[in-house]
């Protein structure tokens, strides 16, 4: 067994791939997906589903890691954007090398600030810079970075 992919139903998949490719430097694994017809209604559960996006490989677990699917259904259910706090999945996280440095592409390319960078000891792991923000569609994303600490 192993862990295949996690899916963002975006509103406009095009703009949010482009938002991932440029500021996580996440990768674009063909074919792009362009979907419907009664198999994919049982499967899903949705009545008439249609749906078309792409998987972007996550970085740094090579070529046949993990990746983000990003789909546009043709019907899309609007809903509030969650806060950190709210049952169920609650966002997914990149560790950097620099979440400054991150923070400045993210906002670049669209996204926004949730929370504010905090550094924290974690003892027994390292000391954690951290930070909650949002994609272009309001998605959160965290951003951490880890050090060592020497005693």
Request: aromatic content about 10%; some cysteine; hydrophobic content about 35%.
């Amino acid at each position: 067994m192993r862990f295949a992919h996690t899916n963002i139903v975006s509103t406009n998949w095009k703009e949010l791939v482009d938002f991932y490719v440029k500021t996580f430097d996440c990768q674009i694994v063909p074919p792009l997906r362009k979907q419907s017809g009664k198999w994919l209604d049982r499967g899903t559960g949705v009545e008439n589903a249609s749906l078309e996006g792409a998987h972007l490989l996550l970085p740094g677990h090579g070529e046949n890691g993990p990746t983000l699917e990003i789909y546009q259904y043709g019907n899309i259910e609007q809903q509030d954007f969650i806060p950190p706090n709210k049952r169920g999945f609650g966002h997914i996280a990149f560790e950097v090398e620099s979440v400054e440095e991150v923070v400045k592409d993210l906002l670049q390319n669209g996204g926004s600030l949730f929370g504010e960078t905090t550094k924290r000891e974690i003892h027994g792991v390292g000391e954690i810079t951290f930070v909650y923000a949002r994609d272009p569609e309001g998605n959160l994303i965290e951003l951490q970075s880890w050090k060592k600490v020497h005693r």
